[in-house]
């Protein structure tokens, strides 16, 4: 698709018209050059401008347009907001080797005013998220560890970047005793991948840790029948910080950021972990694996030992981590948890900035006490459902004492479950927003 700005309407074929007296939403088209859409009695914003282009999007599609001329409208970011919203109604899910999806029509979208700078940034969030969303709408069995790692080196030959994949011989090296507990189970081998992006010669890395469980069934700790196949999404952390890196190296942004992929599939099997057994984390702290269902902390904790030797400036990881945080906060916002005040605020600012919000839980002492073990250092479950999502980011906490850090629970926003079943993209805006106000 292409978007520009262009003063006269000439070039496009059909000119759009923001019509107040319409419903809010609602389109009308004469059948020749002119498509109407109502703005309603409201004061347009952000999110209202946000559904006005995805239905733009959709009708133009609908009637075979090709172009359109897009007016103005009062909102700060419009044509931000807009390309944004329309090149991400562009993404189809590939059904494998079955027919491909029809072709959408709109092909171009002319603005009346604007930068080329907001199309370009928009554009670079769009195919960052494009990349999380296949990658989350894969199946498990396509979208292995071993696939995440490819990705990934195909990344590094792109944009050429610095790619190291680790192995589960080199993980034994390192003493990640937590992370290999989970794959073990699995007849697919656990990898975990580093990708490093440098646009600036001196600045600390930002590290971003992505969650990449290719599928959960819980382990032996297995989960029930119903909407499992979901646990296919439990990689989408991997999949956003591989579409973060993907953004801000196309914009060539003059940051230096690392990503940091654990990733493993969580079976039961025979040579699976047990509840009960204790395990050795690459910090040397032991665990009790009471759940095996609690693996993502498992597989977390390690990869935020091994990220110190970035000497990053920030560390953010991303998980889809507990259920707990959808009951808390639905699917509108994730979950945040930090051990440092100002990340929380740029965060939350980030957030709103991009549409793409957080809202903070708390982090205390007080958690500690729900997963104390009387065999290990630590428990990995506190078999209660009290606070969920802060057991989960206190656990992780035990692990990121050395360095500033922030951790992201997006159980809720990764994936959208029912007829519409599908990867959001969610939270690469969030994320790429962050990165852009820090340079
Ligand atoms: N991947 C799941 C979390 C999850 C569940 C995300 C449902 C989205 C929808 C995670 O590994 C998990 O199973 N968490 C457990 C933790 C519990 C055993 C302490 C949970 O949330 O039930
Ligand atoms: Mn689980
Ligand atoms: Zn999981």
Same mark, same amino acid.
């Given at each position: 698709?292409?978007?520009?700005? %262009?003063?006269?309407?000439?070039?496009?074929?059909?000119?759009?018209?923001?019509?107040?007296?319409?419903?809010?939403?609602?389109?009308?088209?004469?059948?020749?050059?002119?498509?109407?859409?109502?703005?309603?009695?409201?004061? =347009?914003?952000?999110?209202?401008?946000?559904?006005?282009?995805?239905?733009?999007?959709? +009708?133009?599609? &609908?009637?075979?347009?090709?172009?359109?001329?897009?007016?103005?409208?009062?909102? !700060? %970011?419009?044509?931000?907001?807009? +390309?944004?919203?329309?090149?991400?109604?562009?993404?189809?899910?590939?059904?494998?080797?079955? !027919?491909?999806?029809? @072709?959408?029509?709109? &092909?171009?979208?002319?603005? #009346?005013?604007?930068?080329?700078?907001?199309?370009?940034?928009?554009?670079?969030?769009?195919?960052?998220?494009?990349? +999380?969303?296949?990658?989350?709408?894969?199946?498990?069995?396509?979208?292995?560890?071993?696939?995440?790692? @490819?990705?990934?080196?195909?990344?590094? &030959?792109?944009?050429?970047?610095?790619?190291?994949?680790?192995?589960? *011989?080199?993980?034994?090296?390192?003493?990640?005793?937590?992370?290999?507990?989970?794959?073990?189970?699995?007849? @697919?081998?656990?990898?975990?991948?580093?990708?490093?992006?440098?646009?600036?010669?001196?600045?600390?890395?930002?590290?971003?840790?992505?969650?990449?469980?290719?599928?959960?069934?819980?382990?032996?700790?297995?989960?029930?029948?119903?909407?499992?196949? !979901?646990?296919?999404?439990?990689?989408?952390?991997?999949? *956003?910080?591989?579409?973060?890196?993907?953004?801000?190296?196309?914009?060539?942004?003059?940051?230096?950021?690392?990503?940091?992929? =654990?990733?493993? #599939?969580?079976? =039961?099997?025979?040579?699976? *972990?047990?509840?009960?057994?204790?395990?050795?984390?690459?910090?040397?702290?032991?665990? !009790?694996?009471?759940?095996?269902?609690?693996?993502?902390?498992?597989?977390?904790?390690?990869?935020?030992?091994?990220?110190?030797?970035?000497?990053?400036?920030?560390?953010?990881?991303?998980?889809?981590?507990?259920?707990?945080?959808?009951?808390?906060?639905?699917?509108?916002?994730?979950?945040?948890?930090?051990?440092?005040?100002?990340?929380?605020?740029?965060?939350?600012?980030?957030?709103?900035?991009?549409?793409?919000?957080?809202?903070?839980?708390?982090?205390?002492?007080?958690?500690?006490?729900?997963?104390?073990?009387?065999?290990?250092?630590?428990?990995?479950?506190?078999?209660?459902? #009290?606070?969920?999502?802060?057991?989960?980011?206190?656990?992780?906490?035990?692990?990121?004492?050395?360095?500033?850090?922030?951790?992201?629970?997006?159980?809720?926003?990764?994936?959208?479950?029912?007829?519409?079943?599908?990867?959001?993209?969610?939270?690469? =805006?969030?994320?790429? &927003?962050?990165?852009?106000?820090?340079?």
């Amino acid at each position: 698709m292409e978007f520009k700005i %262009n003063k006269s309407a000439t070039e496009a074929q059909i000119q759009v018209v923001f019509d107040e007296m319409l419903k809010l939403n609602k389109v009308e088209f004469d059948g020749a050059n002119k498509l109407k859409i109502g703005l309603g009695d409201q004061i =347009p914003n952000d999110k209202t401008v946000q559904k006005l282009a995805i239905t733009l999007a959709k +009708t133009a599609n &609908q009637f075979n347009l090709k172009a359109l001329f897009l007016p103005m409208l009062e909102v !700060e %970011n419009f044509v931000e907001i807009v +390309t944004q919203a329309i090149a991400n109604n562009d993404y189809q899910i590939q059904k494998i080797e079955l !027919e491909t999806p029809e @072709e959408n029509t709109l &092909q171009t979208v002319v603005f #009346e005013q604007g930068e080329q700078a907001s199309i370009d940034k928009a554009l670079a969030i769009a195919s960052g998220m494009a990349l +999380t969303r296949r990658l989350g709408d894969l199946p498990s069995n396509v979208c292995t560890p071993t696939y995440l790692a @490819e990705t990934a080196q195909n990344m590094a &030959q792109e944009f050429n970047l610095a790619c190291q994949v680790l192995e589960e *011989s080199d993980m034994s090296k390192l003493g990640m005793g937590s992370l290999l507990s989970v794959s073990k189970g699995s007849i @697919e081998p656990p990898k975990l991948i580093s990708l490093s992006y440098q646009g600036n010669d001196s600045a600390q890395p930002i590290v971003l840790v992505g969650k990449g469980v290719t599928f959960d069934s819980g382990g032996i700790s297995l989960k029930s029948g119903a909407s499992m196949d !979901e646990m296919k999404y439990d990689m989408c952390g991997a999949a *956003s910080v591989l579409g973060t890196m993907h953004a801000v190296a196309e914009m060539k942004l003059k940051v230096n950021l690392t990503i940091v992929v =654990p990733t493993v #599939e969580n079976m =039961p099997a025979h040579n699976a *972990s047990k509840p009960g057994d204790v395990v050795k984390s690459m910090s040397g702290q032991t665990i !009790e694996i009471l759940n095996t269902d609690a693996e993502g902390r498992l597989i977390l904790c390690d990869a935020l030992t091994y990220v110190a030797k970035f000497n990053p400036a920030v560390v953010i990881d991303v998980a889809t981590l507990t259920g707990a945080v959808i009951v808390a906060l639905g699917k509108h916002h994730s979950g945040m948890m930090v051990n440092d005040q100002d990340l929380a605020d740029d965060l939350i600012k980030a957030g709103k900035n991009s549409m793409d919000t957080v809202w903070q839980l708390p982090l205390d002492e007080e958690f500690n006490e729900l997963f104390k073990s009387n065999f290990a250092d630590m428990a990995n479950s506190s078999g209660c459902r #009290e606070a969920g999502s802060s057991v989960a980011g206190s656990f992780l906490a035990k692990f990121t004492k050395d360095y500033c850090w922030a951790h992201l629970d997006i159980a809720g926003t990764a994936w959208v479950s029912g007829a519409k079943k599908g990867a959001t993209g969610r939270p690469v =805006p969030l994320l790429t &927003q962050y990165i852009l106000d820090s340079v």
